[in-house]
Every structure is written in C-alpha cells, then in structure tokens.
C-alpha cells in the first residue's frame, strides 16, 4: 500500500467522523432549542441546564464547521493576489497563504490546548457534572486539524498534487 493511499485513507474516515459528528451535534442543538421553546412556552418551565449547554453546542457547531469548510477548501480567504495572479506567482501566492494559515492555527491549538490544561486543573463546572474543560476540547482539536489541512495545502501548492 503506498503513503499517500494509506493518506487518503485516513483523510476520507476523518472527513466522515467530521459530517457525523457535525450533523448530529446540529440535529441536537435544533432538537433541543425547539424542546425548550415549547416547554417555556406550553408548560411554564424549562430545563436549567439547557441554556449552557446550548452554547456550548453552538462552540462546537462553529469549530467543526470550521474544519469541514477547511477540508472542503470553502473557508473565508483574505487574500487578494490570488485573484489577480496565475501559474507560478499564484502558487507561490497559495504557498505564502497556507504557510501563514497553517502558523496562526498551530498557535491557536497551542494556546487553546494551554486554555484547556487550565480548565482541568481549575475544575470548573460548566453545567449539570460537566466540567468546562470537556466542553472547550474541540477548540484545539479543531485549530490542530485545521492547521494540518493548511500544512497539506502547503505540500498541494509545492506539487502538482491535492492532498
């Protein structure tokens, strides 16, 4: 089996474990909005939890969507250049983007890793027996991710291959 298949491989279950978890995580913080709506509004109550927890779904929407619009090559792009140039300078363009990119993301999972190590040792609650450290474990999860798809941009911007 050659190195790249075996890449590709495991970019295609990563990709899958990603929509898995992005739908159902989206399904749920839907489901459960509408559940307390109807409860504040027919029954007078609501679950107190709930409200936290949403945010925090609302966190985790927003890194995963991140990463599959990463993965998908459809994410926010601030870089004027590359509509203006072609061949060579556009690459060298795409190579400079992704070096920079993929630099702010590892330092972003470095310091959000840091963010996470503290929670831990702080033991704080975010809501019900959830500690805040569970539910802040996808921010650097999701920027390492995203900073190696950008690494990979840098290796697709240097040959002619897309990883």
């Known amino acids: 089996m050659r190195f790249s298949s075996l890449v590709f491989k495991c970019a295609k279950a990563v990709a899958t ?11 749920s913080t839907l489901g459960l909005a509408i559940l307390q709506i109807l409860l504040r509004n027919f029954f007078d109550m609501g679950l107190i939890w709930l ?9 985790w929407l927003a890194m995963l969507g991140a990463m599959v619009a990463t993965r998908e090559r459809q994410h926010i792009r601030i870089d004027l250049l590359s509509r203006f140039t072609t061949g060579m300078t556009a690459r060298l363009c795409e ?7 993929s630099g ?13 190590q503290f929670e831990y040792e702080d033991q704080m609650i975010a809501f019900g027996i ?16 995203m900073a190696v798809r950008f690494a990979l941009g ?3 911007s240097l040959t002619d291959e897309r990883v």
């Open 17 to 27: 474990i990603e929509n898995v978890v992005l739908l159902a995580t989206f399904a």
């Open 51 to 59: 409200e936290s927890f949403l945010k925090m779904q609302v966190l």
């Open 95 to 101: 190579l400079v983007v992704s070096v920079f990119a």
């Open 104 to 116: 702010v993301c590892a330092i972003g999972a470095y310091a959000c890793f840091t963010l996470v």
């Open 130 to 145: 959830v500690p805040v450290w569970v539910c802040q474990v996808i921010l650097p999860i999701g920027f390492a991710v």
């Open 154 to 156: 840098i290796a697709s």
